[in-house]
């Protein structure tokens, strides 16, 4: 056939090809294909081919229309091998720059793994077992790097691993010597020509590292290092932090030689010449090496605490999540008493006064987060010692409450490891200020926490019981009292955890404060209006006590009536997602045990009950946030409740059979229905029980239960 009449033919193509419909593309694909194979085709035809499939790239989405187009190229490749490279290399080029260069998004990542795939059908069919002849690799690899660059910064990482299986795939195919020429072409790459160079170093050396290469790596680390510096870290604009988790892999693969010597200076020098730009990608580097960076980041961390209190809140917010990374990475004692001391210096005027609460408050968060400090035994002693001494200072000087309450909370968020019983110094601290001037009823509830949390994570010895069982009972006395002061009640809340901590006889239901948890009528501590209008923190106290009472006291969990389970019932429940999951995590933790299958029927049943009132989907008294949007239970947080208390699969047959059927309400809740209408039949099977069974075995009762004596409700209705 004649040149001029396949180009006749190929006319309409582009409009045909366009088509929405799978059967009408696979006929022109088909088309395009036979008319490829015709004798006397010639270098425009294949040329005016590859530039059809760019007209593909964003209409065909599923992976039917995908394999059209794959077997189109791979036809290409295998008959046409040398007018494919020469016009379809230029044509992937163009359309990687045009993903790379445009603002990141799920479409645009989807194309650049489309377009990927290509280029490996590409190598496949013209590199693999032939000989080179032809091969612009400069066109070719810069392409996939682009494509790699554009997948990258979109941040799914399962998109980002499907990128990486398909070069990875291709490049075990072509061998070790055909790939040396796509290291050659990065290498010859300017290291500032942006961060696709350092993204696919990165995905070489994981693919060097699996197959078992790592000499390649160690030979050519400095380049890559000084591509990542120059295109991601010495940069004037803000770079994407994806870009920086792409390169995973070859920072993992750094010494402390190589970060003291090249990274930790660039880091350095950025952060001084514009901490807004860089403080996120300081972060993301620290959480991707696997090195212990001790006295060399001090300096770093040092401009990471200047930037707590920065005027811009992203910057105080990255700063703060950058200083806690950093931090995991300092072992030695010495640079972790080097960052602790500077950000109280920080916090007491080092670069400036602080006048605002909220600087201070910034400040104290990163004090906080500095816990996350790998030092243990008599080290973590040392600095838990200079975090008390300091935050005492803190509690003596301060007047502003939430300045205060944030130290607490830092103090107490200090405790948790430190393997000894309760620190002197913090029931000092306790003693000391409680009743001081500037101590208002929260900021007393959060004492009262800060020592809950404190023996919780440490224990108390028989001393300190003795100190602190007074002042705590006084609290829930207090709160008795005055069960509309929802203040005082939390106060209240806070000490009953602690009492209930330090009751090592169990001998706490004979006292008098007992009352005020578990009496059926008498209770206050945990009234649902006290719930209601109960502070986030309050309700994880809540769930602690929940889960402390039901644990230690047999006569609370046999009490399928009590307070307390309704109040776990509520938290788990909880509009708030931080208490929610808390709870989710207590329950799970309490339940985990052969003997607890009473507490988790009772539980079940309990919840069926709150579903059935239907007071739980009132809106909360509080200004709705995005965590309390609605302030409204939905099906979701239904049955992950429900799943919670059928997590533990090593209950007694019988027993967990009960527990299977005590759920069937909460799984066929209309708003758990919406969500999963199978709910309740995957939960049998995941006890281990065939549900057919279960229900025929059990089918008198559920017919009296749920058919002969049922009475309707509003909410089944």
Request: proline share 4%; glycine share 4%.
């Amino acid at each position: 056939m004649a040149d001029s009449e396949v180009l006749k033919k190929l006319k309409d193509i582009p409009f045909k090809i366009q088509t929405a419909s799978l059967k009408e593309r696979r006929e022109v694909v088909e088309e395009i294909r036979n008319l490829l194979s015709t004798p006397g085709i010639t270098e425009p035809a294949v040329r005016f081919v590859c530039r059809l499939l760019v007209l593909t790239l964003h209409r065909y989405r599923d992976s039917t229309s995908q394999s059209y187009i794959k077997s189109l190229v791979a036809h290409l490749a295998a008959t046409h091998r040398e007018w494919t490279l020469k016009a379809l290399l230029p044509v992937l080029l163009e359309i990687s720059e045009q993903l790379k260069n445009t603002a990141s998004s799920k479409s645009i990542c989807q194309s650049g793994l489309y377009a990927l795939r290509w280029s490996t059908v590409l190598i496949d069919g013209t590199i693999k077992s032939t000989e080179e002849n032809g091969v612009d690799y400069n066109t070719l690899v810069i392409s996939q790097a682009n494509l790699l660059a554009a997948i990258t910064a979109y941040g799914d990482h399962r998109k980002s691993d499907k990128a990486y299986s398909m070069l990875h795939t291709s490049w075990v195919s072509i061998g070790k010597a055909k790939l040396s020429k796509w290291i050659e072409v990065l290498l010859a790459t300017p290291p500032d020509s942006g961060p696709q160079i350092c993204v696919t170093f990165s995905i070489l050396c994981r693919h060097l590292q699996q197959i078992g290469d790592g000499e390649t790596i160690e030979q050519h680390k400095t380049k890559m290092l000084e591509s990542f510096t120059k295109s991601v870290i010495s940069v004037k604009s803000r770079p994407n932090a994806n870009y920086i988790k792409g390169c995973h892999d070859l920072l993992s693969q750094l010494n402390s030689g190589d970060v003291r010597d090249a990274l930790l200076p660039a880091l350095h020098k950025a952060m001084l010449r514009s901490p807004e730009t860089i403080v996120q990608a300081v972060g993301q580097v620290f959480a991707s090496l696997n090195v212990e960076l001790d006295g060399l980041a001090v300096d770093i961390g040092k401009s990471l605490i200047v930037n707590l209190h920065s005027k811009d809140e992203w910057v105080r917010g990255e700063a703060l999540c950058a200083l806690e990374r950093l931090a995991a990475r300092c072992r030695q004692p010495a640079a972790a008493r080097a960052l602790l001391t500077h950000a109280f210096a920080e916090y007491n005027g080092a670069s400036g006064k602080l006048t605002s609460s909220e600087d201070k408050i910034a400040v104290l968060n990163g004090v906080s987060c500095l816990r996350a400090l790998p030092v243990s035994g008599a080290d973590r002693l040392a600095l838990f010692s200079e975090v008390a001494t300091q935050l005492g200072r803190v509690l003596d000087s301060e007047s502003h409450e939430r300045t205060l309450c944030v130290a607490l909370d830092t103090l107490q968020r200090w405790t948790a490891g430190l393997g000894v019983t309760l620190p002197d110094k913090m029931l000092d601290i306790f003693k000391k200020n409680l009743s001081a001037k500037s101590t208002t009823q929260v900021v007393r509830t959060m004492y009262m926490s800060m020592v809950a949390a404190g023996v919780r994570a440490c224990g108390a010895s028989p001393a300190q019981a003795d100190v602190l069982q007074p002042v705590l009972s006084k609290a829930v006395d207090k709160a008795a009292q005055q069960p509309l002061q929802h203040l005082v009640v939390s106060e209240g809340i806070c000490a009953m955890l602690c009492l209930a901590q330090l009751d090592a006889a169990r001998s706490l239901p004979t006292r008098g404060q007992w009352a005020a948890l578990t009496h059926a009528d008498k209770h206050v501590l945990l009234h649902d209006r006290v719930l209601a209008a109960a502070t986030d923190d309050v309700l994880m106290q809540v769930v602690l006590l929940c889960r402390t009472v039901l644990e230690n006291y047999q006569s609370v969990a046999s009490e399928p009536n009590s307070p307390v389970y309704r109040a776990f019932v509520l938290v788990l429940l909880s509009p708030i997602k931080t208490v929610r999951t808390s709870a989710v995590e207590e329950v799970k933790a309490l339940l985990a045990n052969e003997d607890r299958v009473l507490i988790a029927r009772n539980l079940a049943l309990k919840l069926n009950e709150v579903l059935e009132e239907g007071k739980v989907f009132n809106t909360k008294e509080k200004t709705p946030t995005d965590d309390k949007a609605a302030g409204e239970v939905t099906g979701k947080m239904i049955l992950d409740c429900v799943q919670a208390l059928c997590s533990f699969k090593g209950y007694p047959e019988k027993d967990s059979q009960d527990l299977a059927l005590s759920v069937l309400p909460s799984c066929h809740h209309p708003l758990a229905v919406a969500v999963n209408q199978h709910a309740w039949v995957k939960l049998v099977n995941y006890l281990g029980h065939d549900p057919k069974k279960l229900v025929s075995l059990y089918s008198n009762n559920l017919k009296n239960k749920y058919i002969v004596d049922y009475v309707p409700n509003d909410v089944s209705d």
